[in-house]
């Protein structure tokens, strides 16, 4: 290698751990190789915490738990599947841990300090589920009256004077559920809304909104019992935009920081039976 190509590499190297520098790790039940992550809508997810990027895992023995144990997911599935033995794990590069949002999840006052820091704080869904609603719902309060009404039993001219109010900073008194303030009634019903329509809208909306303050996902505290069997870190990570995770293996190209690919300018490609497709967030860490 040439001064000049070591000095090349050396830069690539460099550009690669300032723009993707926290190693993770994502697992997938697909029987299939991949390039590329994308998003899924909510009404693929299901969840809203899953519409809302791509999860990934710090340790890679959550990241290879997590398919296997999706719902809907048994041996004979994904047998069916044609997954065979454990599911995939990539290795792969995601932003600075300084760029996520820290995901709210509470501690329990009853838990005990010595359990596990997973078992201590509110499970990660709910509590990712309730910020999407706080950030959401005052960039449309409409969505909020809809809910009020589809949800809440509200009245319909109630609804839109109730999710004002709320969002102003008001209390107001639910005929169902005594008086809240937007953030008390977050904080205990979630806000999750019941169409289809508002959930992804919902979620888009969040997301846009901590994409524009400069964040690049959420940091949380997976909370789930199965996942963490044999992990020791339950730290995970949802990544907004699918153009900022790459394999570890690729080479670092700055003309590539938007591309999706996850082996973006990795050359030698051809032969070496990676499929060139698009891989949505099912049931997969």
Do not use: C
């Amino acid at each position: 290698m040439s001064k000049l190509d070591a000095a090349r590499k050396l830069l690539e190297t460099l550009a690669a751990a300032v723009h993707l520098p926290t190693k993770a790790y994502h697992g997938t039940a697909s029987k299939d190789a991949f390039r590329a992550f994308e998003n899924r809508p909510v009404s693929e997810a299901h969840m809203l915490d899953r519409a809302l990027g791509t999860h990934a895992a710090k340790d890679p023995a959550l990241a290879s738990s997590f398919p296997e144990n999706w719902i809907g997911y048994d041996e004979k599935n994904l047998a069916q599947s044609g997954v065979i033995g454990r599911p995939r794990v990539y290795p792969v590069q995601i932003p600075d841990e300084t760029s996520f949002l820290q995901a709210v999840q509470p501690k329990y006052p009853n838990r005990s300090s010595s359990e596990p820091l997973w078992r201590q704080v509110a499970t990660d869904q709910f509590a990712i589920e309730r910020m999407i609603a706080e950030k959401g719902y005052p960039m449309n309060p409409d969505m909020l009256a809809r809910y009020l009404n589809e949800a809440r039993a509200v009245e319909g001219r109630d609804a839109g004077r109730m999710a004002s109010e709320m969002l102003k900073g008001g209390r107001v008194n639910l005929p169902v559920d005594g008086p809240h303030t937007f953030d008390s009634f977050i904080r205990n019903f979630g806000g999750k809304p019941y169409n289809l329509a508002d959930k992804q809208e919902l979620t888009d909306l969040a997301r846009k909104g901590w994409e524009d303050e400069g964040y690049k996902g959420i940091r949380y505290i997976n909370t789930g019992p199965t996942e963490m069997t044999n992990a020791k870190d339950p730290t995970s990570y949802i990544v907004f935009d699918p153009a900022n995770i790459r394999s570890r293996f690729a080479q670092f190209d700055p003309r590539k920081m938007s591309s999706a690919d996850l082996l973006a300018s990795l050359t030698g490609l051809a032969g070496t039976g990676v499929a060139a497709n698009v891989v949505r967030q099912q049931g997969q860490q």
